[in-house]
């Protein structure tokens, strides 16, 4: 698969009120990473429950934190019809 970061960064630079932060699934496990997009070395530890129908994640993180993002997003695209 051809990686297009630098192309979708290219058009989201175009709208001002859109931060662009490029996500992939390696870097959920990569700590240096979380304090880079958090801005906090105070890095969520967070489990999921695979064994339940859906994504289901405990642990204390704040809505606009961007793995609780993920989660919503995640969990968004599940919801749609197949």
Known sequence: ???????????IQRYPLFDFVPLRIEDAFDD???TIVSGSSNIPKISLK???????????VG??????????????????PK
Do not use: Y
Request: aromatic share 6%; proline share 2%; charged share 30%.
């Open 1 to 11: 698969m051809q990686d297009r970061t630098e192309e979708i960064r290219s058009v």
């Open 50 to 60: 695979l064994g339940k129908e859906g994504l289901i994640a405990d642990g204390r």
């Open 63 to 80: 809505s606009r934190h961007p793995f609780n993002i993920l989660i919503v997003r995640c969990q968004d695209l599940m919801s749609l």
């Open 32 to 34: 240096s990473w979380w």
